[in-house]
């Protein structure tokens, strides 16, 4: 499975992104699909996830702000009211993926897409 995101950039305070990430390759199903970032010297962290169920996580600093949808293989991140301390690399991300329908759960990242917020 290959994951291929894109969307990021620079934007002003204030201002919008919206980030794609498209899943490719051999796959049966793909349970959790998600965005983390990493700022420079920081751990990273999950943003957002969504579920095949539908089932919603969002980090707490971005709440309200951040929404995260899916369709087919294709996960989204619209990023409104973005902050400075949203600039980071932001990496899509599947979990629990098999691909076959005997085949164990597997975890895939994708490369990261710069996201910088000026003030």
């Known amino acids: 499975v290959q994951l291929q995101a894109s969307g990021g950039g620079s934007v002003q305070a204030g201002g919008s992104l919206r980030l794609s990430c498209e899943a490719s390759?051999?796959?049966?199903?793909?349970?959790?699909m998600g965005w983390y970032r990493q700022a420079p010297g920081k751990q990273r962290e999950a943003v957002a996830r969504?579920?095949?169920?539908?089932t919603l996580y969002y980090a707490d600093s971005v709440k309200g702000r951040f929404t995260i949808s899916r369709d087919k293989n294709m996960v989204y991140l619209q990023m409104n009211s973005l902050k400075p301390e949203d600039a980071a690399v932001y990496f899509c991300?599947?979990?629990?993926?098999?691909?076959?329908?005997?085949?164990?759960?597997?975890?895939?990242w994708g490369h990261g897409t710069l996201v910088t917020v000026s003030s």
């Open positions: 390759g051999s796959f049966f199903t793909i349970d959790v």
């Open positions: 969504i579920d095949s169920g539908g």
């Open positions: 991300n599947v979990e629990r993926v098999r691909e076959s329908r005997a085949s164990p759960f597997k975890t895939y």
